[in-house]
Structures are given as C-alpha cells and as structure tokens.
C-alpha cells in the first residue's frame, strides 16, 4: 500500500529514539518571503536548529505526497518553485493530482501532527481578518490548531489581521494560548499588541508540562505558544502603522480576496518599508525556531 506521506530518515530516526523534533512550515518560504532570501532563511533555519541539536522537519507536499522532513534539494524546491498555497484541504486533491505544494500552519500542523511531531515554529499564525463578520474570512490555522496535537510557536499575529477577534475565537476552539514570559500577546512585527492573555510561561520545561499535561488529560488541541520579539528588534511603531494602513487599503482597492490576501499583503509590505518589515521578519523566525528547539528539547526530555 502507498503511504500517505513520507517521513525522511533522519526525523524518523530521531523520532523513534526519542530526540528532539520541530517541524517547520513552507508556505511562510515560498508565499511569505521574498527570492532569493527564502533560500536562505529555510536552510537558515533548519541550521539553528542542527546546530541546537534537534532535527528539523521541514514540510511540504512534493508531487503529491507530503513529505515530513526535506532533503536539500527538496528545501531548493520550495524556495524555488512556484508552488501552490496548501492548506488542509487541499492535500487530497494535490495527492491525486500529483502536484507540489507549500504547506501553512495549518497543513503543517495537521501533518506534523500525524507523523508524530509535537513541535513546530513559524512566524505568524493566520487568524481572523479585519471584516471577517462580513467577509467570513478567517484562517483554517485556527481550526487546524483545535485538531492537530502540537505545539506552535509563532510572534502571535499581524496586525493586519483582527488581533482581537482571532484571540475570541482561540477560546471559542479550546486552543491554549500562552505567553512567553508576557501576557501581552505579540502582533507580529510589533512586541506588543496591547491585547492580554491570561497565561504567561517563564520556561520552555513550563511549555513542555503544559503539553505533557495536556496529554494526560487527553485533550486533542494545540497550543500556541506567543513569542514576542524583544522591543529592540521590533519594526519602529509608528513606521509599521503607516506601512499597514497602505497595504490593507490598496488590498481593498485593488479587490483581493481568499487566500490571496495574506500573501498579497505580506509581499506589499515588505516592498512598502523599504525591506525594513523583512529584517524584522527574519529576526522574528528565528527568535521562534531557537525557542521551539528548547521546547522540543524540554520535550524530549520528559518522554525519557
Ligand atoms: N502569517 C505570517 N506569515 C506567513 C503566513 C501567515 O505572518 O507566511 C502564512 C502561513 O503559512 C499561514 C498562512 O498559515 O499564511 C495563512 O494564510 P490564510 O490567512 O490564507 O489562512
Ligand atoms: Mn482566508
């Protein structure tokens, strides 16, 4: 019988002895960053986390099968291709069809999820957008984290989307939502977004009892683990609030829609500030990849 997805050697090496894991998403390479940067930065962060001495499983979905954990050529082909955007939903259609795609938080975490991965760092996780009563457009990484047994960090959520409303409807989905060292959650490029959270963790031993905890009471969901920034990295507040008022004005403007929206804005405004947003972008990534090693580390070090 054909599997339905593939786990490269060295993850499933590493899984069966018990060492650290972190899954690492592709759509944030192929739709999030620009080339050739996107290169770099995805072997950039599979190198972080090597070098912390855990296994990085980048996913995607390669000519139809999903794939947990790339070789370098397949890291190569995510940054190079142009692939489609894969959420859940698409997976079966891209397995029939055979065709390539970069998969979101929330095709990263349902995979993660079934392959046994409990870890997985991004940048931003995609939420409810501003207008969603309207426009009901909220992302499946909302509804994907309710299902999927693992635990994202990311530096909470843009500002383009309503910070507000994605956090009511984390609590409406049971998701756990905790700070790391803050209960201000992050909105991404900003360290702080003004919105609180009612839990805070000092430790990634402390993410690591949430989630060993978590699996005793037998609950299914994720956890989001919200990673700010420190405020010196941060993209300058008042330079980050002009740059957002454009973009989402000229994405209404020009009548972008589905999930065009997330990648249109996120590529208006890195060419808008200049390349500012992308420093900070890459700053934020990585900031996120070092701690969800210390977590999977932490991780690991339970299930001895
Ligand atoms: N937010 C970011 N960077 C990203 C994304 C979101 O700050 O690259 C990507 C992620 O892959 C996320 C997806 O899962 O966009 C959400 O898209 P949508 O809003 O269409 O669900
Ligand atoms: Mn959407």
Redesign the pocket.
Known sequence: MNQPFVISDAVADALQNGRPVVAL?S??IS??LPRPRNLAAAQEFEEILRSAGVTPATIAVLDGVPRIGLDADGVRRIADEDMVKA?VRDLPILAAKKISGAT???ATAYLAGRAGVRVFA?????GVHRGASSSFDE???LSALALAGVTVVAAGV?SVLDIAGTLERLETLSVPVVGYRTTNFPS?WLTESGEQIDWSVDSPEEVAAVMRAQYELGHGQGIIVANPLPPELQWEPAEHDAVLLEALAEADARGIRG?A??PFL?SYIVGASGGRSLEVNLDIARNNVRLAGEIAKAWSRTTQ
């Open positions: 998403e759509t944030i739709h999030g959420s979101t938080v929330a991004t940048g931003g996780l995609g992302s499946a990484d843009k991404f999930k929206v997330t996120l």
